[in-house]
Nanobody, 122 residues
Framework: VQLQASGGGLVQAGGSLRLSCAASGRTFSSYAMGWFRQAPGKEREFVARISWSGGITVYADSVKGRFTISRDNARNTVYLQMNSLKPEDTAVYYC????????????????WGQGTLVTVSS
C-alpha cells in the first residue's frame, strides 16, 4: 500500500489542524494505521494508532485529549485531528500501515507515508 500524508502547515499555539493520509490499494481496510512524529534532533515517536475497523484507538500521553485519530475505509483515508496545538507538537508527522493489530512501535509498521510538516508558533 502507498501512503500520502497531507494537511500540515504553520499554526499558532492553541490552533487546530487536520492531517490526512490517503492510501492506495483495495486492502486499506485490512490495515491497522498509526501516526508518528519526529521533531528536529529527536527520535521518531508514537502519536496515535487505530485498528483496521476503527474500533480501537490509542494515544500517546502527550496528545491524549487533544488529538483524535479516525479513519474512513470507504475513502481509504486516515485522519489526525489536532486541537489545542502546542509549540512542542512541532514535527514532521508520518502515517504508517501494518497488517494485523495496531502498534505503538514504529518498527512494526511496513508502509510509511512521506511525512507532512507541522509547525506551531508560540
Amino acid at each position: 500500500v502507498q501512503l500520502q500524508a497531507s494537511g500540515g502547515g504553520l499554526v499558532q499555539a492553541g490552533g487546530s489542524l487536520r492531517l490526512s493520509c490517503a492510501a492506495s490499494g483495495r486492502t486499506f481496510s485490512s490495515y491497522a494505521m498509526g501516526w508518528f512524529r519526529q521533531a528536529p534532533g529527536k527520535e521518531r515517536e508514537f502519536v496515535a494508532r487505530i485498528s483496521w475497523s476503527g474500533g480501537i484507538t490509542v494515544y500517546a500521553d502527550s496528545v491524549k485529549g487533544r488529538f483524535t485519530i479516525s479513519r474512513d475505509n470507504a475513502r481509504n483515508t486516515v485522519y489526525l485531528q489536532m486541537n489545542s496545538l502546542k509549540p512542542e507538537d512541532t514535527a514532521v508527522y508520518y502515517c504508517a500501515a501494518k497488517g494485523g493489530l495496531s502498534s505503538t512501535q514504529a518498527a512494526e509498521y511496513n508502509f510509511w507515508g512521506q511525512g507532512t510538516l507541522v509547525t506551531v508558533s508560540s
